[in-house]
C-alpha cells in the first residue's frame, strides 16, 4: 500500500488519498476466502482472482450459473470490493457416454 501512496504523488497522500487505497492482495485473500466459504472450496480453486485498486475481477470456469451468481454475491459481500467484474463462463457439460 505504501508503494501505491509513493506512486499517486505527495499531494494525494497529504491529502489523504493513500488511506482509501484497500490492499489489494489482502483482498483478493478475503474474497477467494469468501468464495470458498459460500459457495465451495472446489468454486474457490476453480475462480481466479484478480484486484487492483479495490476493483475485483473474478475469471474462470463454473459448472452452472447458480455458481456464477453466488461466486459473485459472496465477492461482493467483502468489505473493501470497491468495484467487481464478472469473467466467469460456464463449463461446458460433456455429452453422455454411449453405452
Not at 475462480?47 to 473474478?58: A, F
Request: net charge positive; with cysteine; proline share 7%.
Amino acid at each position: 500500500m505504501l508503494f501505491r501512496c509513493l506512486r499517486a504523488g505527495a499531494a494525494a497522500a497529504l491529502l489523504g488519498a493513500c488511506a482509501a487505497i484497500p490492499d489489494d492482495g489482502a483482498l483478493t485473500a478475503r474474497v477467494k476466502a469468501a468464495i470458498a466459504t459460500d459457495v465451495s472450496p472446489t468454486t474457490a480453486s476453480a475462480i481466479d482472482v484478480q484486484t487492483e485498486g479495490g476493483v475485483v475481477r473474478l475469471s474462470g470456469f463454473v459448472y452452472s450459473e447458480e455458481q456464477a451468481v453466488r461466486a459473485l454475491e459472496a465477492a461482493a459481500s467483502v468489505r473493501g470490493v470497491l468495484a467487481l467484474q464478472s469473467d466467469l463462463r460456464l463449463k461446458p457439460v460433456p455429452p453422455p457416454r454411449a453405452p
